[in-house]
């Protein structure tokens, strides 16, 4: 899927940044999830797109990093809807869940979406971001 992916966003002006894995072989995925987390809060990438099996476990990975929003999404609206009123950075989908068809619809509405900075979704925002400050 993640080949499916980056092949179709060629064709947009998304500058793609694979972070791995390049094996077809069973890896750890908090690490591939803790890399596409870092790239984002680092601002060496804007958003970020994490593809596991399920999506579940990359994106419980992804969200253990202060300044990482990482949604689930295997429906176009939770895809765009997570961008615009949870201000979300990255994506995560499950690979054997869905088909490259609906990946795609999803990463489209995903990285079209923005932050509506409405007042309820701007007061949400901040309790996150206050829960993240009490974790650490």
């Known amino acids: 899927m993640k080949e499916g992916l980056i092949e179709h966003l060629g064709r947009t002006p998304h500058e793609v940044v694979d972070l791995g894995t390049y094996s077809r072989e069973a890896v750890d995925y908090p690490d591939y999830a803790a890399a596409v987390g870092r790239a984002v809060v680092s601002g060496t990438a804007e958003r970020g797109i994490i593809v596991c099996g399920s999506g579940v476990g990359a994106a419980i990975a992804c969200n253990k990093l202060t300044g990482v929003r990482c949604s689930l999404a295997h ?43 409405e007042e309820r979704h701007q007061r949400r925002l901040a309790k996150l971001l206050a829960l993240e400050e009490a974790r650490e």
Do not use: C, K, M, P
């Not at 979300?88 to 995903?110: C, E, K, S």
């Open 75 to 117: 429906d176009i609206y939770s895809a765009h809807q997570s961008v615009e009123h949870d201000a979300a950075n990255v994506l995560a989908l499950g690979g054997r869940v869905i088909g490259i068809l609906l990946a795609w619809d999803l990463v489209q509405a995903f990285l079209a979406a923005q932050f509506t900075g």
